[in-house]
């Protein structure tokens, strides 16, 4: 008989935040319109839950509690932003 000893989680929440000082104005434009964004590509990003963005002075942040579209694949696909400016979060703050 097999054992399994892993930690197991049905949480689905991640969080982003990128520096402003990585982004330009489209890049961020594309970001808070992730969803219509990519309705409109042939690549499937999964399904179609919007992630909250907000904006502050320096930075774009992002969050959600149900991590069904492919927001990393995005950002480094569509936005090309770089995996090293992008630090991710395991739950939304």
């Avoid at 892993?6 to 594309?30: E, Y």
């Avoid at 409109?40 to 320096?58: C, V």
Wanted: hydrophobic residues 40%; aromatic residues 12%.
């Amino acid at each position: 008989m097999k054992i399994k000893h892993d930690f197991v989680t049905n949480s689905s929440s991640s969080s982003f935040v990128i520096s402003k000082h990585w982004l330009s104005p489209v890049q961020i434009d594309m970001i808070k319109n992730h969803i219509i964004i990519a309705s409109h590509l042939p690549k499937n990003f999964g399904w179609f839950h919007e992630w909250e963005i907000q904006e502050t002075d320096g930075e774009v942040w992002g969050r959600t509690s149900m991590d069904n579209f492919d927001m990393m694949e995005f950002l480094k696909e569509v936005v090309e932003i770089e995996s090293g400016h992008v630090f991710w979060g395991g739950g939304c703050h």
